[in-house]
């Protein structure tokens, strides 16, 4: 589902936004700071800083689904994949340099289109929580034609 020409593009440093749902139908969600997609192409882990998941996670342990949607600054290239949670866990100390580079990423698309990076270089990092997805649709978000077509 994820090919790895798309998994290349989620993990490059985007600016990352995970949704969620409570019982009541209501919209919740937080900016998550990386993703790393498994050689499977069929999950992902979407870490989130701690304090920002802490009101996603009653949401995930309902319901069990998710969307994230991926936004590349420069050019608004853009993506949603909706998923099935399979796990949440602490993110471990070996996966920060992953966050922190792919937040840099982030932050160096913002400066590219004359955005200071003070102003989110304060964005809470670490600790951080890690939500494991089972990627079930991928959706061109990309202004044009093609949004809101099924990548896969």
């Known amino acids: 589902m994820l090919d790895p020409s798309l998994a290349a593009f989620l993990q490059e440093g985007l600016g990352i936004h ?39 996670l009653p949401d995930l342990a309902d319901n069990g689904r998710a969307a994230v949607s991926f936004g590349r600054p420069v050019d608004d290239r853009a993506c949603q994949v909706k998923g099935d949670v399979v796990g949440v866990r602490p993110a471990e100390l070996n996966e920060r340099e992953l966050i922190r580079a792919q937040f840099e990423g982030f932050l160096a698309g913002l400066e590219r289109i004359g ?34 077509r099924p990548i896969s």
Request: hydrophobic share 50%.
């Open 115 to 148: 955005i200071p990076r003070a102003g989110a270089a304060n964005w809470a990092q670490w600790p951080a929580v890690a939500i494991r997805l089972r990627a079930t649709a991928v959706i061109e978000q990309t202004p044009g034609p093609a949004a809101g």
């Open 18 to 56: 995970i949704g969620t749902r409570n019982q009541r139908l209501e919209p919740n969600g937080a900016r998550a700071l990386a993703v790393s997609v498994e050689d499977d192409g069929a999950h992902m882990v979407v870490y989130v800083a701690e304090i920002a998941a802490a009101r996603l």
